[in-house]
């Protein structure tokens, strides 16, 4: 059974860093595309980031510079670093698995199994 469970979310002041993890189960992460997804109130989800199986990865414009996706197969887990954060990245943070990269794949709907979330609020 796919299950995907985010952690790290947190409330940090404008500048600040997390560090987001995704802990996957019933699959391996190294032989499928994650991505990272937020959805802010009152706004559509939206992609963030991605890495393929092949370790290639792929940034939101807002984000590019600042954010950092990696994979850690021995753990099965991916993560999302994101440093300078601004009040603009305030969201729930979702991670998400689907078979194939696309080049639309900042779009929710080419991804298959999601996580339950994890809040991110950047405020002073």
């Known amino acids: 059974q796919v299950q995907l469970v985010e952690s790290g979310g947190d409330l940090v002041q404008p500048g600040g860093s997390l560090r987001l993890s995704c802990a996957a189960s019933g699959f391996t992460v190294d032989g499928f595309v994650i991505g990272w997804f937020r959805q802010a109130p009152g706004k559509k989800r939206e992609g963030v980031s991605c890495?393929?199986?092949?370790?290639?990865?792929f940034y939101a414009d807002a984000v590019k510079g600042r954010f950092t996706i990696s994979r850690d197969n021995a753990r099965n887990t991916v993560y999302l670093q994101m440093n300078n954060l601004k009040p603009d990245d305030t969201a729930v943070y979702y991670c998400?698995?689907?078979?194939?990269?696309?080049?639309?794949?900042?779009?929710?709907?080419?991804?298959?199994?999601w996580g339950q979330g994890t809040q991110v609020a950047v405020s002073s």
């Open positions: 890495i393929s199986s092949h370790g290639t990865t």
């Open positions: 998400a698995q689907t078979f194939a990269y696309t080049s639309r794949w900042y779009d929710p709907y080419y991804w298959h199994y």
